[in-house]
C-alpha cells in the first residue's frame, strides 16, 4: 500500500503495524511506561510500609524504556545539539550524565544525593526549576529517575538504537528516502525537502544544497514555511513513541523550539495567516494549535473519529479546518477549542476515503480537500443554511479524477491555480487545474447549493454545473510512471511545481503545460559500491515481479 504513514515498531521486542484503514493503536511505550509506574508505585509502597529506609525491593529500572521516554517527552526539545540550553545536551547518554554548563554532573551512579538533575526536577518550596514553564514531572516520574540513578545509572540501550544525528553527524543516505512534503518559501529561493531526521533546504532549484535541519524526530511528515519567510514549520515523530513540532529560524538556520506532543507521529502542519500560530493533526484523533514563539498549546479539538492528517486555517485565522482518516473535514473555532461543525456532508458515503490533504484559498474562505477517493473538492469554509439530512450545502465543486489517493493540494500565491499530487502502486499524478474566481458563490447559487442534491430541479444543477465550468479547467497533467507523489508545492509566481514522493526525486514541473523543467535527488547521496546498485522493488520489471 502506497501511503506515506508508516507505523512498525520492533525495537522493544513489540510489534504493530497500522495503515489508514486500521484502528489507531495503542502506543507501545504508554503501556510499558503506566505498567511500570504502577509496579513501581505498589513495590516502594510496601517497601516503605517495611522498612523506609530502603528501595532495595522495588523492580530494576531500565533507562531505555523507562527513564528515556520521560525524557524525551519533558527535556529533550531544549537540551539536544540543535537546542543546548546551559550547555546541556540530553539526547546522548554520556553528555546526559556530565551536565551542562553551571550545575555539575546531572547524574553520579548510585549516588542520587549527589546528582543535580534531581535537585532540578524535584520540588523546593512548591516550585520546580525544571521542565521550564512545563508541568512537573509526577512523584513517581521523579523516584524513577532517583531510583535508576541508585541502581547505578546503567545505559541498556539496545546497540541499533544509539545512533544520534546532528549537524556534525548528519544522515548518509544510501538510496534516496521517501519525501513525503516539501514547501517553497515565500520568496521562491528556498525550497526545504522532508528528509530522516532532517529538513533539507536548496537554492536555484536544486541546484546549490544550503542547509541540513537536522532533529530529533525520525519521520519528518510534513514541513510548511511560515507566510512572512521567517521560520519553517515542521511536523514530525518518532513512531509510537513521540510526536515532536520543531520551529527553525530560517535565516540562522537555528531550532528556535522543540515541542513533543503526544506519543506518536504528527501529520499536516499549517500556519496562520500572521505567522504567530502553528496546527496540525494527531494520531491520538486530535488537531492542535500552538504558539510559533513559545510552544504554548492554545488548541485541543477531539471531534474527529480517527487520525488527523491535514489541517489548515481560514483566511482570518481565526479558525482551523482539519482533516482525517475518519472521511470528515471539520471546522473548529481557535479563540475558545469550539468545534463547529463539518465542512464536508455527514451523509454516509459523501466521501469515499480518508482526507489526507487541505488547502485554503489565500483570499477566499475555499477550501481543497483531497485523499483517498481520489477527486480532489472545493468547499466554502462556513456554512450559512441549516443542516439537512443529505445536504452538502458548502460542497462548490468536483475538480478532476486522479490516479490513486490525492496525498496534496495547494493553492497558487494568488488563488488562481491547484496544485495536486496523487499516487498507486509506485507511480504517480500531478495535475493543474484553474480557479478563476476573485469573489465568493454568488448568494443565489449559495442558496442552491444548500439544497439536498436529489431535491434540485434540473434547472438548478445546470446553473450549478455553469458555474463550475466557468472557473475550473484542467490545465496540465503529468504522468510520473517512477513515483507515487506524496508533496506538491507551486513556486511563488505560479509558474513552476516541485512535485517529490516515493523515489526520493525532485521534479520541477511547467505548471502551463506539465512539462519536466528539471530533476534532481532529494538528499546528498553516499558513494560506494552498495550506493551504486540500483534497486529493483518497486520498479514493475521481471526481476521484481
Known sequence: MNVPVWHVVTRDSSFFFSTPDSPPPVPILTLRKTCMALLFGLATAAAAAESPATNSTAPNVSYYHDVRPILQANCQGCHQPAKAKGGYVMTEFKRFLAGGDDEGAAVVPGHSDKSSILKMVTPKDGEVRMPKGKTPLSETEVALISTWIQQGAEDDTPADAKRHYDTEHPPEYARPPVVTSLDFSPDGKLLALAGFHEVLL?????????????????????????????????????????????????????????????????????WSPDSKLIAFGCADNTVRAIEAATGKQVLQMGSHGDWVLSTTFSVKGDHVISGGRDMSVKLTEVAEQRFIDNVTS?????????????????????????????????????????REIGDDAQFIADLFP?????????????????????????????????????NDVPRNLRKLMGKVPDQ????????????????????????????????????????????????GMVRLLNATNGALLKEFVSVPLA????????????MGTKESE
Not at 490533504?357 to 469554509?381: C, F, N
Not at 454545473?465 to 508533496?487: C, N
Not at 558513494?527 to 518497486?538: D, E, F, H, R, Y
Request: aromatic share 8%.
Open 202 to 270: 536548496y537554492e536555484n532549484d536544486g541546484a546549490d544544497l544550503a542547509g541540513r535541519l537536522i532533529g530529533l524526530s525520525e519521520r519528518v511528515q510534513s514541513v510548511r514555511f511560515s507566510p512572512d519567510g521567517q521560520f519553517l514549520a515542521v511536523a514530525g515523530g518518532d513512531p509510537a513513541r513521540l510526536g515532536e513540532i520543531q520551529v527553525w529560524d530560517v535565516a540562522k538556520r537555528k531550532l528556535t523550539i522543540s515541542v513533543p506532543i503526544t506519543y506518536d507521529t504528527l501529520y499536516g502542519v499549517s
Open 456 to 503: 434540485r430541479k434540473p434547472q438548478e444543477q445546470k446553473q450549478l454545473d455553469d458555474y463550475k465550468k466557468k472557473g475550473i479547467h484542467e490545465i496540465a497533467r503529468a504522468s510520473i510512471p517512477q513515483s507515487a507523489i506524496y508533496g506538491v508545492a507551486f513556486a511563488p509566481d505560479g509558474n513552476t511545481v516541485a512535485a517529490a514522493g516515493s523515489d
Open 402 to 438: 486522479m490516479q490513486g489517493r490525492v496525498f496534496s493540494v495547494r493553492f497558487s500565491a494568488d488563488g488562481r491555480r491547484i496544485a495536486c499530487g496523487s499516487g498507486l502502486d509506485a507511480s504517480g499524478e500531478v495535475l493543474v487545474c484553474s480557479y478563476d474566481y476573485t
Open 346 to 386: 455527514i451523509t454516509p458515503g459523501a466521501l469515499k476515503g480518508g482526507v489526507l490533504a487541505l488547502a485554503t484559498h489565500p483570499q477566499l474562505e475555499h477550501i481543497v480537500a483531497a485523499g483517498s477517493d481520489g477527486t480532489p473538492k472545493v468547499y466554502r469554509i462556513f456554512r450559512e443554511v441549516e
Open 527 to 538: 558513494k560506494g559500491p552498495i550506493a551504486a546498485v540500483k534497486p529493483t522493488w518497486g
